[in-house]
């Protein structure tokens, strides 16, 4: 679906940033009087056509619906006047109809935010969670090693009371030895433990960063959200299109936008 604009303000920029990221519509050439204004800057960082003459937008040959920004009625008569005129069948949005996709795209834009909030709240929560038995575990393997090490100190030592009773210590140096080999298994299990502790500090800090990334977008769109949006202050109601004027219009189709 191929669209053209007309008017380039704040409403212009939200319709097409949320245009885009429809896969089957397509912005495909914008018109405003002035080279500065948020739909026509915005447009440029998408690789959209800008002009100043209303007449590119009306005989684009893939225009399919054309949505009016101005509030203009002189604007909006070329318009209509020029699709009755060429029996062109392209559709018409005008600026009342824009209004109310711009106050449906504030209102979805509002209730997901709530959305990524809710979760942006969540993740904190399981981060802190994870984060708290995270120095349980920490804990919990410094213990061990420890242990490990007192254990293997007594296997030590038990080898060498075993040794002094000779063949009168056999058995005992036989239990010592089964102990030994324990401590050697439970040690390569406590690495294990630890690897896995790394791991799961890595990912928690990769969460943590994911919370933070999802916050400062939730900010940075909220902070464009508050901006003005509006769609022009001027709405015209009536879809149908008007009827010719009586008199003649001298003034070229290709004429400037007066907004």
Same mark, same amino acid.
């Given at each position: 679906?191929?669209?053209?604009?007309?008017? #380039?303000?704040?409403?212009?920029?939200?319709?097409?940033?949320?245009?885009?990221?429809?896969?089957?519509?397509?912005?495909?050439?914008?018109?405003?009087?002035?080279?500065?204004?948020?739909?026509?800057?915005?447009?440029?960082?998408?690789?959209?056509?800008?002009?100043?003459?209303?007449?590119?937008?009306?005989?684009?040959?893939?225009?399919?619906?054309?949505?009016? !920004?101005?509030?203009?009625?002189?604007?909006?008569?070329?318009?209509?006047?020029?699709?009755?005129?060429?029996?062109?069948?392209w559709d018409v949005i005008t600026s009342g109809g824009a209004k109310i996709l711009c106050e449906m795209i504030d209102a979805?834009?509002?209730?997901?935010?709530?959305?990524?909030?809710?979760?942006?709240?969540? !993740? +904190?929560?399981?981060?802190?969670?994870?984060?708290?038995?995270?120095?349980?575990?920490?804990?919990?393997?410094?213990?061990?090693?420890?242990? !490990?090490?007192?254990?293997?100190?007594?296997t030590v030592n038990g080898r060498i009371e075993a040794s002094r009773l000779g063949q009168a210590g056999a058995g005992f140096a036989a239990l010592v030895g089964r102990l030994d080999d324990?401590?050697?298994?439970?040690?390569?299990?406590? +690495?294990?433990?630890?690897?896995?502790?790394?791991?799961?500090?890595?990912?928690?800090?990769?969460?943590?960063?994911?919370?933070?990334?999802?916050?400062?977008?939730?900010?940075?769109?909220?902070?464009?959200?508050?901006?003005?949006?509006?769609?022009?202050?001027?709405?015209?109601?009536?879809?149908?299109?008007?009827?010719?004027?009586?008199?003649?219009?001298?003034?070229?189709? #290709?004429?400037? !936008?007066?907004?």
């Open positions: 679906m191929n669209i053209g604009m007309v008017g #380039g303000g704040r409403a212009a920029a939200v319709l097409m940033d949320y245009f885009t990221r429809i896969p089957s519509v397509d912005v495909g050439i914008l018109c405003d009087l002035s080279e500065d204004a948020p739909g026509v800057l915005r447009a440029r960082e998408l690789g959209i056509k800008t002009t100043k003459d209303l007449s590119n937008v009306l005989r684009w040959s893939q225009l399919e619906i054309l949505v009016e !920004l101005t509030g203009s009625s002189g604007v909006q008569a070329k318009i209509f006047r020029a699709r009755q005129e060429t029996d062109s069948h979805q834009t509002r209730q997901i935010g709530g959305i990524a909030e809710d979760i942006c709240r969540q !993740l +904190k929560d399981l981060s802190s969670q994870a984060g708290h038995a995270q120095t349980r575990i920490h804990t919990a393997d410094g213990n061990v090693a420890k242990l !490990l090490r007192e254990a293997h100190m007594v324990l401590i050697k298994q439970i040690t390569e299990a406590a +690495k294990d433990i630890s690897a896995a502790s790394d791991e799961n500090r890595s990912m928690l800090e990769q969460l943590s960063r994911s919370e933070q990334h999802l916050r400062e977008q939730l900010v940075q769109g909220n902070t464009t959200q508050n901006e003005p949006t509006a769609a022009p202050a001027k709405s015209v109601g009536k879809m149908k299109d008007p009827a010719p004027p009586k008199t003649k219009d001298t003034a070229p189709l #290709g004429e400037l !936008l007066r907004v």
